[in-house]
């Protein structure tokens, strides 16, 4: 464990620790004496104090040294503003900066690209410039989405990872712990501060058996999200096991082919033994690095703090196949730690049979309704979806991989050669230039753009709502159908009627031809050119290109090596850019009487409460994105958006402009919310808005993990009806006082509700602050504290 590989092709000096990680593990080991999973084994190997860290899942807050640290643009320019503050001259730890949200899909590729450049000089301007002079890598517009370039160039087996995006899970495919977090989060790991994290639960899920024909590695989590519902995951990372058979011993021993694999794969497999390796695959050995990528990407909308897999062999594949073959070596010879111990525990353990699983498409409106392809057509009928399919859209972060292409080309090619193409609308985001160029020199893509496709910019388009989507008009109830993750009321196109669901690409493909979602590619027949009916096959492609990954365009910028010139600046007449004020430490009183700026009904997630689309424009602005600050969210006075009651004049305007009135007024206010509040993004300006606009406390039944943190981190009161039952007392009208001076860890908090008529009557809040978080509160943010003890 000795050698010195590095991290990626990139950086010269910053090496994979499999040595250090293996020391601190033994510490661990020695104090808890038990066998350990792999979550808890990645995590513990980043411990930065393994010999006091107090252990207890679920309980506990671990404080960890990050690897590395991911931004991409929209989230990094309030990170890296955040970080300016801290004052230091280098990031203390290696960081990436991505540029793939604010490309707006419109025409196509290479002009949306050149577009979007322009539009948005002035924020890649700021952030290759900030980049410069920290020390950060710099991927340009253009070069892909995040969570793909981390999986081509940057995870690794074992390695521990932080990113501003909620699905930076996604590095989970090369069995890292990759962590979506807040940009504050973010830039205490720049600052070379510890990370903390409660020590997530684990769950386990074993896979058996085998995918094979429609099924593919997206259904897997479609399947588990549909399980555990949005919030099933919270607090816990999912660790995927399966019976995996050591390719060495695979490709040898007869008997154990014999033993596991199905009669008729026997035949090809004695015949040809580098196809043993490859017909093995039980459970996890059949599904690529990519495959398995996406499975943790989508666990975000099941509000796992991460998903891992163990190394295998696929993922040694990958690195070989991504120029990184030395990584592959190193992490065999680190394989018994990138693994579960024998006889590990599970807070909570799920089996899925892959043998059984059907394709599925999951929606409208939320990840987790999930409906197997079989029921698919019942189910639009029943609930009166609207049946015609206007367009499917395949690619994203989620299912972008050399794989997913080739499948889908080769669905759309089996089309084609029946003389007929896309019926529905149809666009392709790759994931990265490197996949484009690859698909371009292969041919995919020209069987996309026969069949009638548009290929997008290497971007997140349309998954975040930067789309100029004009076949609908707003309000027009119809459906669309991606291989995206996240599928929120308005995210794609800001059209609160438009029916998305989500789905494996191939089965984007399949619908796009019929144009209809009462098509089932498994069981029914379409018709050719000649009117002639036909089934489609079903999909094939191979995991990796037989001949290599084109890289395409050079799109990174590598800091300098002397950064002493470069200058950052931020125009104060900028709209789109401001550098950030402290906010105002707490006055050490509790705090009286104040209104609740809206109690919000039902789903309200980060996409409700900082809109992304046509916003995300001012993610460098404070005070600007601050007027699109939960315009989403359902008024529960009268079932409406962006319309609440302003009790000092009596009026009822805008949510952004009653809070700004307050603020003007000295006012303070608090929001009432429900289950798994703040849901979804990572997005901290969520958290940022809010405590801008003079908010005090967020008071719900529950919070997703992330959003919870970044309102602690921005010195906001995050707290949760004790009884979830109390949600239902509070009227929107009310007033109430929060009994601030309470706080204290592990102690319960003071509501007191003056309800509009009848008497008062008191509410308990719980909080899951610690002493060092409260210190937040107290001086006004994570940052104001920083810089008391710089
Ligand atoms: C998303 O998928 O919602 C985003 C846009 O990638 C966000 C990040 C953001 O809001 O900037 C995420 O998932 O964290
Ligand atoms: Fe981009 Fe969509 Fe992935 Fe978020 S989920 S990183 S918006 S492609």
Redesign the pocket.
Known sequence: LDRKVRQNNWEQNNFINYKKMSENLDVVRARLNRPLNYAEKILYSHLDDPHGQEIERGKSYLKLRPDRVAC?D??AQMAILQFMSAGMDAVANPTTVHCD?LIEAQVGGAKDLARAININKEVYDFLSSACAKYNIGFWKPGSGIIHQIILENYAFPGGLLIG????TPNGGGLGMAAI?VGGADAVDVMANLPWELKAPKVIGIKLTGQLSGWTAPKDIILKVADILTVKGGTGAIVEYFGKSLNPFVASCTITIVLYSIQQHECAITLRDSQLIKYHLGSGLDGISATGLGTVCNMG?EIGATTSVFPFNDRMYDYLAATKRKDIGDFARTYAKELRADEGAEYDQLIELNLSELEPHINGPFTPDLGTPISKFSQAVKENGWPEELKVGLIGS?TNSSYEDMSRAASIARDALDHGIKAKAAFTVTPGSEQIRATIARDGQLQTFEEFGGIVLANA?GP??GQWDRNDVKKGEANSILSSY??NFTG?NDGNPATHSFVTSPDLVVALTIAGSLHFNPLTDKLKDKDGKEFMLKPPTGNGLPANGYDPGQDTYQAPPKDRSAVQVQVAPTSDRLQVLEPFQPWDGKDVKDIPILIKAQGKTT??HI?M?GPW?KY?GHLDNISNNMLIGAINEANGEANKIHNFTTGDWDAVPAVARDYKKKGIKWVVVGDWNYGE????E?AALEPRHLGGLAIITRSFAR?HETNLKKQGMLPLTFADPADYDKIKPDDKVDILATQLAVGKPITMVVHPKEGKTFEVPLQHTFNEAQIEWFKNGSALNTMAIRA
């Open positions: 991409q929209a989230t949200h501003t995006d909620s699905h979506g975000a972060c997140c998954c975040i993750n996240r995210r980060t996409d900082s992304a995300l993610r979804g993004s990572s997005r300006h992330i």
